[in-house]
């Protein structure tokens, strides 16, 4: 009995204070904080803010702008609440992955929350980003020493057009199971190309002493489309790595995220002036020319075959030109096969061209075919030669005679009798010198006139009523995101986030007085901007629009919860709405 009692009475208590936890809450002190890294980051690297909200909850939350930093994720949005000490506490928390661009000093703006009864913000947080850490082979900052990797370049200047090679290099002193790759570096400014015969044999290698295993794990080739000091951000991978200890197989590998140092890559223009006849390529270059015949009649054709291999930028490629002496007409080459495929160490395109060429005189002739490319290793225009030139041996052939042997006068030869159509165009003329033909011309035209404006003029009729489409209001456009929002209990991720795409569209196109059809993403940054909404709220706009992009046609799965996703939402849609009444 006493132990039914004792029960009794603690459930009493613990309903009192349930019940009155908002009360204990509303006489405690609310608190709304930034935490930040209080230390310089490097430049390239990844970091979290967090927004901590203390002692109360919020209806609403607005981020700050992150002037200088690219959000990568987030956010990612945490709460909770509990009794310490007979004394209750609560914690709202709303956190966001950065990234650092160049080396300076940043100042990230203000968050703000609005709760029942007052509005919080925080104090701005400044940063500073330090230039990172140089060295081919050192760990990138902030890196585990054991395991590590690393974004490498086969060269560090480069020429516009030239084939780099990028790769992601693991170094570990510990066992790693499985790898994924998650983000790879914008590549702005590059033609990229994947490869998938890069050499994955592991090696060992020893830096600063320690001894590492290295591996590659991702391989691209870069092709520079123009001139200029380029920035390639990190990459993010997945690691597995194995558990310490003899029963590490019963354990598994735990996750480790890891990400590679920023680089830079100088891109050089091309020399100037180019050659005339130049191709319009870098790199190395071979090629191969072929005649189907040395001999042949003015009424036969010549036929040039030629073949071209070499590791530049398959995309900038012109077909050559060749100087043929007078006598002899060439045509555009028709491309009889064309390639690219890898080789142990790059991206070789090929191409088959066939040329076609016409002696227009007899005679002997001879040219020497040519194709000018760049070559990065003497820094300097290369012209590659045929491996001889190109000799013909041509004779009249039956119509050339022909056209020679035809008189070049026909005097002394009467004219034909005048022909039918002859006699009616004479008879036309004289006709037309006369006023009286003319006169009755015109009345013709002018009753034909008459007559059709006649049987076309307006006649009255009765205006159709037309029906005007309401304009969406902005109470409808909120009724519409808090029916999204009941979607998200139970339901399929692709039907709720299909409708958020389309309320949010619908949100913009009233703003912008836009049909939805017509948005793009592009169009609505263009747009919102020539309105002076911050980027920051038009990048969270657009990424809230990837987002549901991808989960309904990519069929990929949501990165944070739909409720996140939602709220988030809701509040810039509400940021919009500010800004722009």
Known sequence: MRNTGFIQTGCLVICWLFLHQQAILAQATATFETEGPTKEVPEGSRF??????????????????????????????????????????????????????????????????QTDSRTLRTQPLVVRVGKAREGSTAPPPGADTRVFIRAELDRETAWVGQQVVYQIVLYTQVGISDYDILDLPAFDGFFTQERRRFDTRTRQQKIRGNRYVTRILHEMALFPQQAGDFRIGPARVRLGVEQAGSLSALFGSRPELVQTQALKLKVKPLPEPAPANFSGVAGQYDWQVAVDKDSLTTDDALTLTVTIEGNGDARRFANPVFELPDGLEGFEPKVQQQEEYETGEQFVHARTLEYVILPRQPGDYSFMPELVVFDPDSNNYRRLLA???????????LLYEQQSTAPDSIAGIPPPPPSTLDKLWRTTSVLLRDPITWGALTGLVLLLFWIYFWRRRPRKVQPAKTEVQPKPSLKSMRGKMKAVAQLIPGADPKLFYHALLKTVQEHIAMHLDIEPVLLTKELVREKLAER???????DTLIQIWQTCEQVVFAGQEPAVPMPTTWQLADNVLHELDAALK
């Open 387 to 397: 491996a001889s030139p190109v000799q013909l041996h041509v004779t009249a052939g």
């Open 532 to 538: 002076q909404v911050p980027g920051s709220k038009v």
């Open 48 to 113: 979290e803010v967090s927004f901590a909200l203390k002692n109360t909850f919020a209806k609403r939350f607005i981020p700050p702008d992150f002037n200088g930093f690219r959000v990568t994720s987030g956010p990612s949005e945490m709460r909770g609440s509990g009794f310490v000490n007979g004394k209750s506490y609560s914690h709202q928390t709303w956190t966001y992955e950065l990234e650092a661009g160049a080396p300076g000093t940043y100042t990230i703006g203000t968050a703000t929350v």
